[in-house]
């Protein structure tokens, strides 16, 4: 895992609704909410409508958020910008959902599964990285967001954020030439 502390890694990828290019100085001087995740997970399918309302909700406490899938489409197709797109705007997404083709951004963060969350302060530095909250497909517990919640209210009120963090549980990366 990206240890504590450590520095935004520098991007620059594709959004795959507005076509721009969005990069790690887009985000310069305000806490940033990343996540790696894609289409077809069902681990990401669990926390989809949570994950668009805490996006909502970050942005309005002055976090941004960035969505990033670097999933092999070609083994997953379903993963594609395209259906990435279709399901940004689906969810209502009023954050980036950008393709990580080369998959060396995932790579840069450390990345190991989706959904995979980092919350970065406004210096970008790595506070948080963990799991959105304790919701698994099939546990019966609602999906609250709780975990990443703390986090980043934590990090708005200037107050230390636990140094107990739970990693994200989900779907490994499909990385491409993996068997």
């Excluded at 890694?9 to 990069?23: C, K, N, Q, R």
């Excluded at 790690?24 to 996540?35: N, Y």
């Excluded at 909700?57 to 395209?82: C, K, R, W, Y």
């Excluded at 636990?162 to 549980?169: G, K």
Aim: hydrophobic share 45%.
């Amino acid at each position: 895992m990206l240890p504590l502390g450590a520095a935004l890694p520098a991007f620059s990828l594709p959004d795959t609704v507005s076509g721009e290019s969005i990069s790690h100085t887009d985000f310069a001087g305000k806490p940033l909410v990343v996540v790696f995740m894609c289409n077809h997970c069902p681990f990401v399918i669990h926390l989809l409508s949570e994950l668009a309302a805490a996006g909502r909700d970050f942005t309005a406490l002055g976090v941004q958020v960035l969505a990033i899938s670097s999933n092999d489409v070609a083994t997953h197709p379903a993963d594609s910008p395209e259906h990435m797109a279709a399901l940004a705007r689906e969810q209502g997404f009023d954050f980036p959902y950008v393709y990580d083709e080369s998959q060396q951004v995932a790579r840069a963060f450390d990345a190991a599964c989706t959904p995979d969350f980092y919350l970065f302060d406004a210096g970008a530095k790595l506070v948080y990285r963990g799991q959105f909250d304790a919701s698994r497909p099939g546990n019966n517990l609602p999906v609250t967001g709780d975990d990443l919640r703390a986090a980043v209210s934590a990090l708005v009120a200037g107050e230390p954020i636990a140094d107990s963090q739970t990693p994200s549980i989900g779907c490994n990366i499909k990385w491409k030439g993996a068997a």
